[in-house]
């Protein structure tokens, strides 16, 4: 479903920003999301683990944009949505205990429309009741933050999705007037979602062998470590190279009999 590299106009780049809703409750929410998309120009809706569908008020709430149901990708997983995106923002309601970078809807639009030209960019909306869960915050690069009434700052999921859409479809109206819009000139791609979740998988199992960390009870470590390189983002050469350290590392363990730093 990614967009041609050839197609590189801000407004082609949006077939390359997917949204991405998990565990949705109510159908009718899922309709809504899909005429919401199929207003600002969006087309590719992605379902993880719906509670309910296909259904009829899903049509219904979509009004004219039903084929964007038909042609919605379900999914078991928020890793299998984003498995090949090299950009993944979350929706979040609320500040976190450990604080994550944070974009506002406006600059959320601009960085997609950016970035959505070189690769498939996903923003990431979570249950009706509760959101995402931390660990499903932790998977993405940035999080964002509707800055509604603090008074009454509940907002429909429908019309949170209207939100982000609309700021990622004036970004792009923007950049088509002007140069396109770019946060960096840079020689390699992104990692992929689903190689940044091998690292830290990988990460994790050579700080435990290290004796850093106690596999059984990491605490924060990997959670400020994985915030760390959703700040720093790295590309996949150099993913490449921090898999190869990580590797040498575990091998020099192997060959000597290490069992962790020394007391």
Not at 126 to 140: H, I, M, V, W
Request: hydrophobic letters at 40%; a negative charge; charged letters at 25%.
């Amino acid at each position: 479903m990614a967009k041609s590299p050839l197609d590189t106009t801000p407004l082609s780049a949006l077939d390359n920003v997917r949204v991405v809703l998990v565990n949705s409750a109510h159908p009718g929410n899922i309709g809504g999301a899909a005429r919401a998309l199929k207003n600002m120009g969006l087309s590719q809706l992605y379902l993880v683990a719906p509670r309910e569908f296909p259904a009829a008020n899903a049509v219904w709430r979509a009004a004219g944009a039903a084929e964007l149901l038909d042609s919605a990708v379900v999914v078991d997983t928020l890793e299998e949505a984003v498995a090949d995106c090299g950009l993944v923002v979350a929706t979040s309601a609320r500040e976190r205990r450990i604080p994550w970078p944070l974009l506002t809807p406006r600059q959320c639009g601009e960085r997609a429309v950016a970035e959505a030209s070189s690769h498939p960019v996903a923003l990431v909306f979570g249950r009706e009741d509760r959101g995402l869960t931390n660990e499903e915050l932790q998977a993405c690069n940035f999080h964002v933050h509707i800055p509604a009434n603090p008074e009454y700052s509940s907002l429909n999921l429908a019309t949170a999705v209207q939100v982000l859409a609309y700021e990622v479809r004036m970004a792009a109206l923007e950049a088509e007037k002007g140069e396109p819009l770019s946060f960096a000139d840079w020689d390699r791609p992104p990692a992929k979602a689903s190689d940044m979740e091998l690292y830290f998988e990988h990460l994790q199992q050579s700080l435990g062998e290290l004796g850093f960390i106690d596999p059984d009870n990491p605490r924060q470590t990997m959670t400020r470590l994985r915030r760390l390189f959703s700040r720093v983002r790295p590309d996949d050469m150099e993913l490449g190279i921090l898999r190869g350290m990580l590797t040498s590392i575990q091998n020099y363990i192997h060959r000597t009999g290490g069992k962790g730093r020394p007391d």
